[in-house]
């Protein structure tokens, strides 16, 4: 028996390739009764039938099967009953979201080794942006790149990630970044650009991390960013 569910979409990586399905997408977000989900298969075929899927919208859907993936919060879901509905949630109520669930990356580790946590939210101390040639272009891939029906979107071939700090204590963390929207941005513009954007510009907002665990590795990396303007440019909004 299917279980109907609905979630607030507060990420969207960029495609990967799965030898079932094809080009398929991550997304993750929470529930009304504020669970973390992340929900899975998300095909090609399905997102050109529905059309785009925003970050900050409301998704439903059927489970098919809870933790059918091994993490936490995963559902494996009936792609064709995703709806996306009309409403769009607003910027305040995810900030009032986010705040709550806000941590560290050092307390994600704690709890992805006590219960299989696999999502979460962390406010980094950015200290750098890179764009590296993707060796993480694993095997695997390669071969399902031959093995699967045709891929619609270029897949990222770089790695995106951040340099930070997440608490006064910490030593620093490296982590890959597989936000659509970063994916997006690295196909369109140098990568110059790229970094003015992503880590000068960011520096200037009030930038949270929503991060996840791989499927096959158990690492951490930054599934989206959310970035609303800080309280200081809300201010000088206010005065001007």
Request: glycine fraction near 6%.
């Given at each position: 028996?299917?279980?109907?569910?609905?979630?607030?979409?507060?990420?969207?990586?960029?495609?990967?390739?799965?030898?079932?399905?094809?080009?398929?997408?991550?997304?993750?977000?929470?529930?009304?009764?504020?669970?973390?989900?992340?929900?899975?298969?998300?095909?090609?075929?399905?997102?050109?039938?529905?059309?785009?899927?925003?970050?900050?919208?409301?998704?439903?859907?059927?489970?098919?099967?809870?933790?059918?993936?091994?993490?936490?919060?995963?559902?494996?879901?009936?792609?064709?009953?995703?709806?996306?509905?009309?409403?769009?949630?607003d910027t305040e109520i995810i900030k009032d979201i986010l705040a709550a669930e806000t941590t560290?990356l050092e307390e994600l580790y704690a709890k992805n080794k006590e219960d299989r946590t696999s999502?979460?939210?962390?406010?980094?101390?950015?200290?750098?942006?890179?764009?590296?040639?993707?060796?993480?272009?694993?095997?695997?891939?390669?071969?399902?790149?031959?093995?699967?029906?045709?891929?619609?979107?270029?897949?990222?071939?770089?790695?995106?990630?951040?340099?930070?700090?997440?608490?006064?204590?910490?030593?620093?963390?490296?982590?890959?970044?597989?936000?659509?929207?970063?994916?997006?941005?690295?196909?369109?513009?140098?990568?110059?650009?790229?970094?003015?954007?992503?880590?000068?510009?960011?520096?200037?907002?009030?930038?949270?991390?929503?991060?996840?665990?791989?499927?096959?590795?158990?690492?951490?990396?930054?599934?989206?960013?959310?970035?609303?303007?800080?309280?200081?440019?809300?201010?000088?909004?206010?005065?001007?």
């Amino acid at each position: 028996m299917s279980l109907e569910e609905q979630i607030i979409v507060l990420a969207k990586t960029y495609p990967t390739i799965s030898k079932k399905y094809g080009q398929v997408w991550c997304l993750a977000g929470v529930t009304e009764e504020g669970n973390w989900r992340r929900i899975y298969p998300v095909p090609m075929d399905i997102y050109l039938k529905i059309g785009k899927i925003p970050k900050w919208s409301l998704l439903e859907y059927d489970v098919k099967d809870e933790g059918g993936d091994g993490r936490k919060e995963s559902r494996k879901i009936d792609p064709a009953s995703l709806v996306v509905t009309k409403r769009k949630i607003d910027t305040e109520i995810i900030k009032d979201i986010l705040a709550a669930e806000t941590t560290t990356l050092e307390e994600l580790y704690a709890k992805n080794k006590e219960d299989r946590t696999s999502l979460g939210v962390i406010k980094p101390v950015l200290q750098d942006f890179k764009i590296d040639d993707r060796n993480s272009m694993e095997k695997w891939e390669k071969r399902l790149l031959s093995m699967s029906k045709p891929v619609w979107i270029e897949l990222i071939d770089k790695w995106l990630g951040y340099y930070f700090k997440c608490s006064s204590n910490c030593h620093g963390h490296k982590c890959m970044c597989v936000d659509s929207e970063v994916g997006n941005l690295h196909r369109k513009v140098s990568d110059k650009k790229l970094k003015d954007k992503l880590f000068y510009w960011m520096k200037s907002r009030d930038l949270l991390f929503i991060m996840g665990t791989e499927r096959f590795y158990n690492k951490w990396i930054i599934l989206s960013l959310f970035y609303p303007p800080s309280k200081k440019q809300e201010t000088l909004k206010g005065v001007l």
